[in-house]
């Protein structure tokens, strides 16, 4: 009994029977799963398992789940040619170990981001202490004249003299203020 989601069979053998160089049966297990035009699918997983373990394997599996099975083989049987020593189980830890650095590097991301947020809000903080302080800072500046005084008199103030002409730096510090 055929499962409904594989293709109908051609009369030519399938991959395993060529592969074994055996006359393939109306009733092949392997010929569902190892079509003639994959020869190298079933060349890899007899090369790793064997015919017969397969076919015992096959055997022991539901029908519906025969598929997956051989699928699971034919990776499992690729990653076991490419790594000899650890197979799956190195392919395993790989994916594990990179895993555990890229959690590693997302906290770093994390923490990195929480720390941009935090002084993205102190620079807003010191925007907003600054709008609210008093917008006349002209006593800062020793070269602004002061409104209503050095008009008169020639009184240096702001180092301007009363003429607005601007007083040399020793005499502007020499100067005494003078008001009205």
Do not use: W
């Amino acid at each position: 009994m055929r499962s409904t989601h594989q293709e109908p069979r051609s009369s030519s053998s399938c991959a395993a029977c060529k592969f074994l160089k055996r006359r393939c049966t109306p009733n092949c297990q392997f010929a569902p799963y190892f079509r003639s035009d994959e020869p190298k699918k079933f060349a890899k997983v007899h090369k790793v398992f064997g015919a017969s373990n397969v076919s015992k394997i096959l055997n022991e599996v539901a029908e519906e789940q025969r598929e997956d099975t051989v699928n699971s083989l034919v990776y499992e049987a690729e990653v076991r040619l490419q790594d000899p020593v650890y197979g799956c189980i190195g392919a395993i830890a790989s994916l594990q170990h990179r895993m555990v650095e890229l959690q590693h590097d997302l906290l770093l991301a994390r923490a990195r981001l929480a720390c941009c947020a935090a002084d993205s809000h102190h620079h807003q903080q010191q925007q907003l202490q600054l709008h609210q302080q008093p917008s006349d800072l002209s006593f800062l500046d020793p070269f602004v004249q002061m409104p209503g005084i050095g008009s008169g008199g020639g009184a240096a103030v702001g180092g301007f003299d009363g003429d607005q002409n601007m007083l040399p730096f020793d005499q502007f510090i020499t100067s005494p203020f003078q008001f009205p």
